[in-house]
């Protein structure tokens, strides 16, 4: 298997860059969902769940900024650019003016403070969207300590993965967001009208010889990236990602349709793949009253466990560890194959097998006794 596609979204929900390389940061790639759109009254983030639109709008990093990471570029006028249709293209300073202003935002659940980027791209963004809006950037500094406590920083969703601390800019959730090929292939013969991997937008993509929905079995694992620098990066599989409506929008038009979520949810619901067992989504109030039941899953998400290394096109990759994805436990610790296997049973199922070995122990000892003439009495 290898890495057969590389993605960066610089600002949330609007086009991606597809590079050869990136360095692995503590937030992911770099410049990864590192700027979003807000309403300029509420500073609540706007994706293409509410205006499809979004997806028209193209971005474009300096060809090194993936290589040099987002903590400072050498060159003070490198930028981000916007392009948008009928529409002149604007371009954002990476390093922010030391006057920028704070403003306070909403990502989900998350309420916190980010830089405002200013007024030209602000009118930019505001005519071609036909709403007022603000463009932000991340203003944390990734890796240092305080994360809870520091009101410019986001935590990746917690309890899904081992390690003490995950730091996510403005993803939905986590750094990464790992897909397979050969599943979109599966998906597409379900589909009149194939489609492209840039529907689930993904930043890493990965190919070769494992079969489609192979990585329904990457609990309990970690992906070893084999970089061409010879060192090994590991992404630790958090969990299968559920899918929202933004899979319905057409990446190159902003068309938004039914496809591919409605043939998904005749085999990619949490019902058909076992997860309305396991405890992990029951308990996540996105999930709870059984609504994971009928959510679509696709990909994996991930957090980082080295940093510093260049992933690039072409890297080899394995999975190391893995069993059923249902059994992954990270708050508690990584089960047991014993354990696992009773995690996929539902109660009901626990409660059969219980009544099952009580009759056959009984069954046992009468036998026994009848057999050595000892007389049977269950209260000794």
Not at 202 to 208: A, F, H, K
Not at 227 to 233: D, G, L, N, R, Y
Request: include cysteine.
């Amino acid at each position: 298997m290898h890495v057969s596609s590389l993605y960066i979204y610089p600002v949330k929900a609007c086009k991606g860059c597809e590079v050869p390389r990136a360095v692995v940061e503590t937030t992911g790639f770099p410049y990864d969902r590192y700027w979003m759109i807000v309403t300029e009254a509420e500073g609540r983030f706007v994706t293409q769940r509410q205006d499809a639109r979004l997806a028209l709008i193209g971005t474009q990093l300096p060809q090194d900024a993936c290589i040099l990471g987002s903590q400072g570029h050498p060159d003070p006028k490198a930028a981000l650019t916007l392009s948008g249709p009928d529409m002149p293209d604007v371009q954002v300073p990476l390093q922010p003016k030391s006057d920028s202003a704070w403003r306070n935002v909403r990502c989900h659940d998350w309420k916190g403070d980010a830089i405002d980027e200013g007024n030209e791209v602000a009118e930019w963004l505001s005519k071609f969207l036909q709403q007022r809006v603000r463009l932000v950037k991340y203003g944390g500094v990734p890796g240092s300590a305080g994360l809870d406590e520091d009101s410019h920083r986001r935590s990746s969703a917690k309890g899904w993965y081992t390690g003490g601390q995950s730091e996510t800019a403005f993803s939905d959730a986590f750094p990464f967001l790992v897909t397979c090929q050969a599943s979109l292939h599966d998906l597409n013969t379900h589909l009149d009208i194939p489609i492209s991997m840039n529907r689930f937008r993904p930043n890493i993509v990965l190919d070769g010889e494992q079969p489609a929905w192979a990585e329904d079995q990457w609990g309990n694992c970690n992906i070893c990236v084999r970089t061409q620098e010879e060192t090994a990066v590991d992404l630790e599989m958090c969990k299968p990602c559920s899918r929202c409506t933004v899979p319905l929008v057409e990446q190159e038009t902003a068309e938004k349709g039914s496809q591919p979520i409605l043939a998904m949810k005749d085999f990619r619901l949490g019902k058909h793949l076992g997860f309305d067992k396991f405890g992990k989504y029951a308990d996540t109030p996105v999930y709870r009253g059984g609504a994971v039941n009928n959510t679509t899953f696709f990909g994996w998400d991930a957090v980082p466990v080295q940093l510093g290394s260049v992933i690039a096109v072409g890297d080899a990759v394995t999975v190391k560890g893995g069993n059923a994805a249902l059994a992954y436990d990270a708050v508690t610790d990584r089960t047991s194959v014993v354990q696992q296997w009773f995690l996929l049973l539902s109660l009901r199922d626990a409660a059969a097998l219980c009544t099952l070995l009580v009759v056959t122990i009984t069954a046992s000892w009468l036998a026994y006794s009848f057999t050595h003439g000892a007389s049977y009495n269950p209260s000794t």
